[in-house]
């Protein structure tokens, strides 16, 4: 009898303060905090660049070392259940002390050694790696990691602090606060096949842009925004006749002359002038835009984030010279604080 109840009495597995340090791995935790972070065992599967039944898999290991599940299919969605959110916010106490630690060994060995993780939008594509490159030569020590997706993903992860810096064209509209500074023009034109029949011609009007089929980016498209209230502010909309996701299958539908776009005038810096695209001249373009290297108000900057963000300000005038030799006139344009 007293062997039964000592049996009753006896703390679960799951809550023994040592369970899940020697039944959980980090690998199944960071595995868990991407399905949690982007409702998806998929889209996690992508990031990670793991197979989905991998991420399942591990799941599962983690599911049953906690004891409890984690998430629950809610329709084609995954869902957090009380004790994924509770593991979630424990996650991140975690992995934000790994990285303070690390970024503190970094800065012990100054600028020899460490890490640095940058995040851009996908029509920043053009510049980041190019940034990167001429960083890397400076400082050779630093491992660099670049991840180029939409504004939205860029948020996410921002919120979730997985960068140092990030590029943006515009800033976020919702309350994270943020330290912004500026560092390059970034000015849309109206890009059209070089054989195109307006090319050459001066001061196009917007009507008669309109008459021309446009290939524009998707709804939520910072470029695509500006391009549809530059005609607006006209009264006009431009017939567009296709929609595409990325930046290169524009240039190819441009090029297979399927139509024009407004597009960075950074997506000819590896055509050069004598490419298959030219740019048109358009009244009210080009539309002055720049790009932002940004990061949360508060963030503690490893030594490796703080020498690329004075490196990145410090090439705003060799930026803004590079913009003029595309577009000569675009001088009057390029005015940066």
């Known amino acids: 009898m007293p062997a039964k109840q000592n049996q009753s009495t006896q703390t679960p597995l799951s809550l023994r303060p040592d369970h899940l340090i020697r039944h959980a791995t980090f690998r199944q935790l960071q595995i868990f905090e991407s399905v949690y972070r982007l409702a998806s065992f998929t889209r996690a599967a992508e990031e990670l660049f793991l197979t989905q039944p991998t991420v399942s898999m591990q799941i599962k290991k983690l599911t049953d070392a906690v004891g409890l599940p984690l998430f629950e299919h809610v329709g084609r969605r995954v869902e957090p259940t009380e004790a994924g959110s509770e593991l979630y916010q424990a996650c991140r106490q975690v992995f934000d002390v790994l990285s303070n630690l690390e970024m503190k060994l970094s800065d012990m060995q100054g600028l020899k050694r460490g890490r640095l993780r940058l995040g851009a939008i996908t029509t920043a594509k053009y510049i980041a790696p190019e940034l990167l490159g001429a960083f890397s030569q400076n400082y050779p020590g630093i491992d660099l990691a670049l991840k180029v997706t939409n504004r939205e993903r860029i948020l996410e992860r921002m919120n979730a602090n997985e960068d140092d810096l990030y590029i943006l064209g515009k800033k976020p509209v919702d ?68 929609e595409l996701g990325s930046s290169e299958a524009i240039k190819h ?65 060799e930026i803004s010279q590079r913009m003029q030799n595309h577009w000569p006139t675009l001088k009057e344009h390029l005015v940066v604080d």
């Open 253 to 317: 539908t441009i090029i297979g002359g399927l139509g024009i776009s407004v597009m960075s005038l950074h997506t000819l810096t590896l055509d050069g002038k004598g490419g298959p695209m030219t740019i048109l001249d358009v009244e009210g373009f080009p539309i002055e835009r720049y790009w932002n290297i940004v990061h949360p108000k508060g963030k503690e900057l490893s030594l490796a984030a703080q020498a690329f963000l004075q490196f990145v300000i410090d090439c705003k005038p």
């Open 175 to 242: 309350d994270l606060e943020i330290e912004e500074y500026r560092f390059a023009p970034n000015p849309l034109v109206v890009l059209a096949p070089r054989n195109h029949p307006l090319a050459g011609e001066k001061n196009i009007s917007l009507e008669r842009l309109c008459e021309e089929p446009f290939i524009i980016r998707e709804p939520g498209s910072g470029t695509r925004d500006a391009t549809l209230k530059q005609f607006e502010s006209k009264g006009l909309r431009p017939w567009i006749r296709m």
